[in-house]
């Protein structure tokens, strides 16, 4: 996707070898207009698998699976992390480890929003080490729904979480794939492979 693409060179910040900030237009300050494109190209991809729920996790995930949602006229159920006063129980939940924040957390979803009849299209913001997709994976699991797919924004194609999630025969579209992040520059796959 050209859009997120030159996105990401002219406003993502490399701060490491592994770490990509793109807070500036993914997940602080939202760019409505990326965040339609993606949306739209999410749905495209998913058209005909007769998506009947997105699942993200908050809260980057939120504004593409929303985006998506509205474009497929779909709702979108989001894993909490947080306790919540009225999210006590009936829940499927599962532990989810955070790349970027180095963090364990539980993350959950009430039994009224997903169930066996579900077909779940994932969608997230980055895929790394594939730890939150696996937790929503196990949500799905757990309530009986079928997988149709995941969708990410930002793959970082160097670490092993898209391998992970391919080699289980999950389908996953990224719509960036970043192949490396040396020399403060993003390199995206298909230029490595070229």
Do not use: C, W
Not at 36 to 44: D, Q, Y
Not at 123 to 148: H, P, R, S, T
């Amino acid at each position: 996707m050209d859009l997120l693409k030159q996105k990401i060179n002219n406003d993502g910040v490399v701060l490491s070898n592994s770490v990509l900030k793109v807070d500036s237009f993914l997940n602080h300050q939202i760019d409505p207009v990326l965040m339609k494109a993606i949306g739209e190209e999410f749905a495209e991809r998913f058209r005909l698998d007769k998506v009947t729920k997105i699942l993200t996790i908050e809260s980057s995930g939120i504004s593409p699976a929303l985006m998506a949602a509205l474009t497929l006229g779909i709702n979108v159920v989001f894993a909490r992390k947080r306790k919540s006063l009225t999210l006590v129980k009936d829940l499927y939940s599962a532990k989810v480890h955070s790349f970027t924040k180095n963090e364990t957390s539980e993350i959950s979803v009430s039994k009224n929003f997903i169930n066996e009849n579900d077909r779940i299209l994932i969608i997230d913001d980055f895929l790394a080490n594939g730890q939150a997709a696996l937790g929503l994976l196990n949500i799905v699991e757990q309530a009986k729904a079928e997988v149709v797919g995941i969708g990410i924004v930002i793959e970082k194609s160097f670490q092993d979480g898209g391998e992970l999630l391919r080699n289980k025969g999950i389908r996953v579209e990224s719509l960036a794939q970043i192949a490396a992040l040396e020399d403060g520059e993003v390199k995206f796959k298909e230029e490595v492979l070229a």
